[in-house]
């Protein structure tokens, strides 16, 4: 099936019974009962499926895992609740058997760097950073390191910079790594990391997938050679997503494809008008036919499907000026955030990458002049008349 047809049927109605609800419903208890105990003992023993524990299990959180793996390609996903906890869950079944040590783009969200450089690095595992879109820099570093996960960003937070998946899940392989991959910027209407040789696509529910600014989520989908270890330490763990967040999230991925097409279009045209305003010196745009990526765009990208981020400099502005300039804006929401309907726009030095020193961020080429623009669904004229006249 495509993906606007998974989208909207994959997860539901998998419940025997005289009757079966047309959508999966909110399952909110805590424990299940079985007819016999000799049945429970299978269930607890994972002999026979069914949920016992909502730690475990839930038939909400099953179901929209279900739906997640099939948007991605994928055997299977483990739903938790913030992409955060995902990613974490991911690196640590990438280690679980291998090297305690990982080699990660250096252009990334602020807190997932802060989650390596202040949580896992002083936990003992290794950590260094190399441009994921310089090939013969990032095999170097991979051969220097010998990691056992190597992490990036498909379309990286917020300079939206595109590694070629395709040859570093080549340099993992190679090097008995494994290819951990935040795609919540991509998509699995434009990339799914699993075909090109990762072995865990991971991803904020949060924004596009639920879409709507109204849950918090994240998912892991991993190969099958993974699967049991993320779903083994989740059930330890229990970094795991309620029954309300999963039925949201459900209902926004039913219209997932349909808004994330239109978004994507939106930002095209935003992206043009920004790049010829006076006031903006830099656009950053995956559909830039002069990006610096422009050779993996064109090998793993759909046609006219970029992405919805569209992040811009503005001419002679600091903090002070972008603070006047966000604060002018009467209809693009000044939030974090991001894949929601509505356009939201973030500072990243105060919000995603304020937890990286100014130098830190400085080397990562933010600079303190730079917005992100998340586009939404809205009609892209309303959008750009609202940012000309912020920008006035
Ligand atoms: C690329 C990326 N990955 C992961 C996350 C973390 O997601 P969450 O806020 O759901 O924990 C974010 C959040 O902004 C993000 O931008």
Same mark, same amino acid.
Do not use: C, E, I, N
């Given at each position: 099936m495509k993906i606007n047809t998974k989208a909207v049927? !994959? =997860? %539901?109605? &998998?419940k025997p019974g005289p009757y079966v609800p047309v959508t999966t419903p909110i399952y909110a208890a805590s424990a299940y009962s079985y007819a016999s105990m000799e049945q429970l003992d299978r269930i607890f023993g994972q002999e026979e499926s069914g949920p016992c524990y909502a730690r475990y299990d839930t038939p909400t959180a099953g179901a929209l895992e279900e739906l997640v793996a099939a948007l991605e390609n994928g055997p299977g996903a483990q739903s938790c609740a913030s992409g955060m906890a995902a990613l974490h869950l991911a690196i640590m079944a990438a280690l679980a058997d291998r090297p305690k040590s990982i080699v990660a783009a250096n252009a990334m969200y602020g807190a997932t760097v802060g989650m390596l450089m202040n949580i896992l690095e002083p936990s003992g595992v290794e950590v260094a950073f190399a441009d994921a879109c310089d090939i013969a820099a990032f095999r170097a570093a991979v051969e220097t390191a010998r990691p056992g996960c190597i992490l990036v960003e498909s379309i990286s937070n917020p300079l939206l910079r595109v590694p070629a998946l395709d040859t570093i899940a080549q340099i993992a392989r190679e090097a008995g790594a494994a290819l951990v991959v935040d795609n919540t910027f991509a998509t699995p209407l434009i990339l799914r990391p699993l075909e090109l040789g990762a072995h865990f696509s991971v991803h904020s529910?949060? &924004?596009?997938?639920? =879409?709507? =600014?109204d849950v918090m989520g994240g998912a892991v989908v991993a190969d099958e050679g993974h699967l049991p270890i993320v779903r083994g330490l989740s059930r330890t763990l229990g970094p795991v997503l309620g029954p309300f967040e999963g039925y949201l999230t459900m209902r926004g991925i039913k219209t997932f494809p349909l808004r994330m097409e239109r978004q994507c279009a939106n930002a095209c045209r935003i992206a043009s008008w920004l790049a010829a305003h $006076? &006031? @903006?010196e830099r656009v950053f745009f @995956?559909? %830039? $036919? !002069?990006? $610096?990526?422009a050779a993996s765009i064109r090998r793993l990208f759909p046609p006219n499907?970029? =992405?919805a981020i569209v992040s811009f400099e503005v001419k002679d502005a600091g903090r002070e000026e972008i603070f006047r300039f966000m604060d002018a804006l009467r209809l693009v929401v000044r939030a974090t955030s991001l894949g929601d309907v509505h356009t939201m726009m973030l500072y990243p030095p105060m919000s995603s990458h304020r937890e990286i020193s100014p130098k830190h961020r400085e080397r990562m080429g933010i600079r303190d002049n730079l917005v992100r623009l998340s586009v939404g669904i809205e009609a892209p004229e309303d959008v750009i008349a609202d940012l000309e006249q912020a920008l006035g």
């Open positions: 049927h !994959s =997860g %539901d109605r &998998k529910l949060t &924004k596009y997938l639920a =879409g709507h =600014g $006076p &006031k @903006v @995956v559909g %830039d $036919p !002069s990006h $610096p990526d499907l970029f =992405g």
